[in-house]
């Protein structure tokens, strides 16, 4: 990307100013075109606006649906932009996003990478390439190739309602809060939260609430530090018998 005349024009998206500021300085060092950054979605519209940038990039981490809504928007207002998603998670379903949703010819890179620039060098272009067509959303991996079975993980095995309850229980929510959630009986959950615990190996342990163990499997896949958000979260049940 570096060698070319007129390089791809650049704004990057990421609510955590201090990996924006490190995704920005490193994206520069190796000649990439970063004509703006935002550490908000609203930020980043005015950004947009002003600057017409070919690519916008934008990290889901700490924007799930909010990150979608803005690319929706952000593609109506150019047919021809490009957009980049960079996330730390395979599946998307953990940041409550349904990756049908996305704009068509959106690209998804995974976040963390050995080769991370040179992929997102590849995903500059292929999104410029796919933007005005019908496509879904298209993964791009370290090797350079578009395949979305290179991204396959334990969790692509999960139902949806499987994982929108494991993204229940992580906000601290019990069995009866979740059922009210979701409209269905209390046993049904503990159904579910069984099944989910059996599926990623974790064992009741009766001198381990299950519900933490599931909350930092979850924040695990995310990427996310976690030991105090889980600590926070679940700082009210810890005393309580696991459900």
């Known amino acids: 990307m570096a060698t070319t005349a007129n390089p791809v024009r650049i704004l990057l998206v990421n609510e955590n100013t201090f990996e924006l500021s490190l995704l920005s300085a490193t994206f520069r060092l190796h000649g990439l075109n970063v004509i703006g950054e935002a550490s908000s979605m609203l930020l980043a519209e005015n950004l947009f606006r002003a600057l017409q940038p070919e690519v916008v990039l934008i990290d889901l981490q700490y924007s799930g649906e909010e990150a979608i809504f803005a690319m929706q928007k952000l593609r109506k207002l150019n047919p021809a932009l ?46 410029l390439r796919l933007a005005k067509s019908e496509t879904s959303m298209q993964w791009i991996d370290g090797n350079g190739s578009l395949s ?83 600590e926070r979260t679940h700082a009210r049940r810890s005393s309580q018998p696991v459900e």
């Not at 980049?84 to 690209?107: A, E, Y």
């Open 82 to 127: 490009g957009l980049i998603l960079l996330t730390s998670c395979p599946d998307m379903r953990l940041f409550g996003v349904d990756s049908q949703s996305l704009p068509s010819g959106s690209c998804a890179v995974l976040k963390g990478s050995s080769s991370e620039i040179a992929t997102i060098s590849l995903a500059l272009i292929e999104s």
């Open 148 to 230: 979305e079975e290179n991204f396959y993980s334990i969790l692509s095995e999960f139902t949806d309602i499987q994982i929108e309850t494991l993204r229940l229980v992580s906000t601290g929510l019990s069995n009866s809060e979740i059922a009210r959630v979701r409209f269905v009986s209390e046993k049904s959950v503990e159904q579910i939260v069984a099944r989910i615990a059996h599926h990623l190996r974790i064992t009741p342990d009766r001198s381990k609430n299950l519900r933490v163990l599931l909350t930092a499997e979850y924040f695990t896949w995310l990427g996310a530090v976690k030991s105090h958000h889980v």
